[in-house]
């Protein structure tokens, strides 16, 4: 996590290699390279994605970065950037594919919980999906944009039911109203500017 180093185990030899290491990572706090991908159609395509917390261009940011073997040469492709909070905390860091083949991934509020709230290209707080080269797909819930649901507070939990594709997320409350969520489409799941332990409506909009 902290040094963003990849590598590939095999089970049969015991042995592993090296495979890429994402360069310019900042593993503190709750940063870091904090999710691996493989590609569906891996080892025909030998090729990873990465959510990473990492400098760049002098700044921190949250990013999903494709790294892709070929020929014996290693590149990295960044396919989605968001700022990362000055605070370490709250960069979610969950990904993984969908049986639609679109690549699904969770990006924490950045401590800041009007983030999970804001449509106006704010992609913190949210659930985000896209094509495995980064794209918007065409039946997003919001035209034009990557974000999948939104109220999010930093999850890093999310599996797709292997029997009925249905999207389930576990959501870490503020010491308080902890969730497991049925991710629909466009949905908001009420972490906003408003919630707290006291008056939190919890579930009720989920």
Request: glycine share 14%.
């Given at each position: 996590?902290?040094?963003?180093?990849?590598?590939?185990?095999?089970?049969?030899?015991?042995?592993?290699?090296r495979?890429?290491?994402?360069?310019?990572v900042?593993?503190e706090?709750?940063?870091?390279?904090?999710?691996?991908?493989?590609?569906?159609?891996?080892?025909?395509?030998?090729?990873?994605?990465?959510?990473?917390?990492?400098?760049?261009?002098?700044?921190l940011?949250?990013?999903?970065?494709?790294?892709?073997?070929?020929?014996?040469?290693?590149?990295m492709?960044?396919?989605?950037?968001?700022?990362?909070?000055?605070?370490?905390?709250?960069?979610?860091?969950?990904?993984?594919?969908?049986?639609?083949?679109?690549?699904?991934?969770?990006?924490?509020?950045?401590?800041?919980?009007?983030?999970?709230?804001?449509?106006?290209?704010?992609?913190?707080?949210?659930?985000?999906?896209?094509?495995?080269?980064?794209?918007?797909?065409?039946?997003?819930?919001?035209?034009?944009?990557?974000?999948?649901?939104?109220?999010?507070?930093?999850?890093?939990?999310?599996?797709?039911?292997?029997?009925?594709?249905?999207?389930?997320?576990?959501?870490?409350?503020?010491?308080?109203?902890?969730?497991?969520?049925?991710?629909?489409?466009?949905?908001?799941?009420?972490?906003?500017?408003?919630?707290n332990?006291?008056?939190?409506?919890g579930?009720?909009?989920?």
């Amino acid at each position: 996590r902290g040094s963003g180093e990849i590598r590939i185990y095999n089970r049969q030899t015991k042995t592993d290699h090296r495979f890429f290491k994402v360069p310019g990572v900042n593993g503190e706090g709750e940063r870091g390279a904090l999710g691996v991908a493989v590609s569906p159609d891996w080892p025909g395509s030998r090729t990873l994605y990465v959510y990473v917390t990492r400098s760049s261009g002098g700044n921190l940011k949250n990013q999903i970065v494709k790294v892709t073997r070929a020929s014996g040469h290693v590149s990295m492709q960044v396919l989605m950037t968001t700022p990362a909070s000055s605070s370490p905390y709250h960069n979610g860091g969950r990904i993984l594919f969908g049986p639609d083949g679109m690549l699904y991934a969770i990006v924490g509020d950045g401590h800041n919980s009007s983030n999970a709230q804001d449509l106006t290209g704010n992609l913190r707080g949210k659930i985000l999906r896209m094509t495995p080269n980064g794209g918007v797909p065409s039946d997003n819930p919001i035209a034009g944009s990557r974000i999948y649901a939104f109220g999010i507070r930093n999850s890093y939990g999310f599996a797709f039911d292997p029997q009925t594709d249905r999207l389930w997320e576990s959501e870490n409350g503020p010491e308080c109203m902890d969730e497991m969520n049925l991710i629909v489409a466009g949905g908001n799941f009420g972490w906003g500017p408003n919630e707290n332990c006291e008056d939190s409506p919890g579930s009720t909009n989920n």
